[in-house]
Nanobody, 128 residues
Framework: QVQLVESGGGLVQAGGSLRLSCAAS????????MGWFRQAPGKEREFVAAIRWNTGGAYYTDSVQGRFTISRDNAKNTVYLQMNSLKPEDTAAYYC?????????????????????WGQGTQVTVSS
């Protein structure tokens, strides 16, 4: 099994910054991509950002473009999400995920079902 350990969440005032980390470990697996999703109470799960492991190509949802940056450390099998200029609407539980099987097609990285392993989530709360 693959375990994903997330950290970095917390309470921050609007305009502040947080950096989320997610480290994958466990059985041998191939990392195709890692991504971040978030879910606020009463709302659907939303794609935030993803990164292709081989190329480093990054993808973002429009609402975080220019404010969030996703990056990776291949040696540590870790993905990061730097979140700047945080807004109250960013408040949610943030989940990291790893895609280890299959191929990439179209907008696959923005679809939660395309990922194979998920972390437990870390809460991000932005106060106004």
């Amino acid at each position: 099994q693959v375990q994903l350990v997330e950290s970095g969440g917390g309470l921050v005032q609007a305009g502040g910054s947080l950096r989320l980390s997610c480290a994958a470990s466990g059985r041998t697996f191939t990392t195709i991509a890692m991504g971040w999703f978030r879910q606020a109470p009463g709302k659907e799960r939303e794609f935030v950002a993803a990164i292709r492991w081989n190329t480093g190509g990054a993808y973002y949802t429009d609402s975080v473009q220019g404010r969030f940056t996703i990056s990776r450390d291949n040696a540590k099998n870790t993905v990061y999400l730097q979140m700047n200029s945080l807004k109250p609407e960013d408040t949610a539980a943030y989940y990291c995920a790893v895609k280890s099987r299959g191929l990439l097609f179209g907008n696959a990285l923005a679809v939660g079902a395309q990922y194979d392993y998920w972390g437990q989530g870390t809460q991000v709360t932005v106060s106004s």
